[in-house]
T-cell receptor, first 112, second 113 residues
Framework: EDQVTQSPEALRLQEGESSSLNCSYT??????LFWYRQDPGKGPEFLFT???AGEEKEKERLKATLTKKESFLHITAPKPEDSATYLC?????????????FGRGTQLTVWP | EPEVTQTPSHQVTQMGQEVILRCVPI?????FYWYRQILGQKVEFLVS????????KSEIFDDQFSVERPDGSNFTLKIRSTKLEDSAMYFC???????????FGPGTRLTVT
C-alpha cells in the first residue's frame, strides 16, 4: 500500500519566519503528488500538483518541490492567515483512477 | 469560481438507520470520489466513480455503502445501516481528468448515536 509520512506533526512559526514542511512517500510508480490546505472543520483546499522529480510550483508565499522520495512545501515569510493543516497526498500506479493516499498533515500555526 | 457542494453540513442519526449524503460536483468534471476523515485521523479514500460505475473502492467501502449518480448533477453516498464507527466527516471530490487535482467539498459531518 502507498504510504505518506509528513513531518513535523505541528509547527509554530513567528510571522515572517520561513520554514519547510516535509512529505516523504513510498509508492509504486508515482503518478502525482498533491498538496492541500485544510482549515478546521472544512474540506481540503487544493494547492499544488507535482508529477515528476525536479518539478517546482509556486503560489504566493508557498513553493512546492518534488524529489524521487519526498516533497517539500516551503513557506516564505508566513502570515497568521497561513495557519492551517497542510496535507500531502499521493496517487500511485496501483490505482487506476486517482485514489489518493493522504498523510496525517502538518498543523501550522503562525503567530504575530 | 466553481465549487463542490455538499448537503447536509451535519447529519445526526441513530445506529442502524440509513443515511444519504449528497454532493453536487463541479459541473464539467467527469470523475467523482468519496473520502472520509474520522476526527483527528487521516483523510481516507472510500470510492471512485466514473462513467456511471464504481471504478475503485477501498476496504472500508463494504456492502453497507453504495453510491449513485441519479441525475446529471448529483452524486450520493448511502450508508444502509449506520454504525457508531461511521461517525466522521465525509468529503465528496471531483476532478476533470483522473490525473488532475481533485476538488473537495466542505464535507458532511455524520454523527451516529
Amino acid at each position: 500500500e502507498d504510504q505518506v509520512t509528513q513531518s513535523p506533526e505541528a509547527l509554530r512559526l513567528q510571522e515572517g519566519e520561513s520554514s519547510s514542511l516535509n512529505c516523504s512517500y513510498t509508492v509504486s510508480g508515482l503518478r502525482g503528488l498533491f498538496w492541500y490546505r485544510q482549515d478546521p472543520g472544512k474540506g481540503p483546499e487544493f494547492l499544488f500538483t507535482l508529477y515528476s522529480a525536479g518539478e517546482e510550483k509556486e503560489k504566493e508565499r508557498l513553493k512546492a518541490t518534488l524529489t524521487k522520495k519526498e516533497s517539500f512545501l516551503h513557506i516564505t515569510a508566513p502570515k497568521p492567515e497561513d495557519s492551517a493543516t497542510y496535507l500531502c497526498a499521493v496517487w500511485g500506479r496501483g490505482s487506476t483512477l486517482g485514489r489518493l493516499y493522504f498523510g496525517r498533515g502538518t498543523q501550522l500555526t503562525v503567530w504575530p | 469560481e466553481p465549487e463542490v457542494t455538499q448537503t447536509p453540513s451535519h447529519q445526526v442519526t441513530q445506529m442502524g438507520q440509513e443515511v444519504i449524503l449528497r454532493c453536487v460536483p463541479i459541473s464539467n468534471h467527469l470523475y467523482f470520489y468519496w473520502y472520509r476523515q474520522i476526527l483527528g485521523q487521516k483523510v481516507e479514500f472510500l470510492v471512485s466513480f466514473y462513467n456511471n460505475e464504481i471504478s475503485e473502492k477501498s476496504e472500508i467501502f463494504d456492502d453497507q455503502f453504495s453510491v449513485e449518480r441519479p441525475d446529471g448533477s448529483n452524486f450520493t453516498l448511502k450508508i444502509r445501516s449506520t454504525k457508531l464507527e461511521d461517525s466522521a466527516m465525509y468529503f465528496c471530490a471531483s476532478s476533470l481528468e483522473r490525473e488532475y487535482e481533485q476538488y473537495f467539498g466542505p464535507g458532511t459531518r455524520l454523527t451516529v448515536t
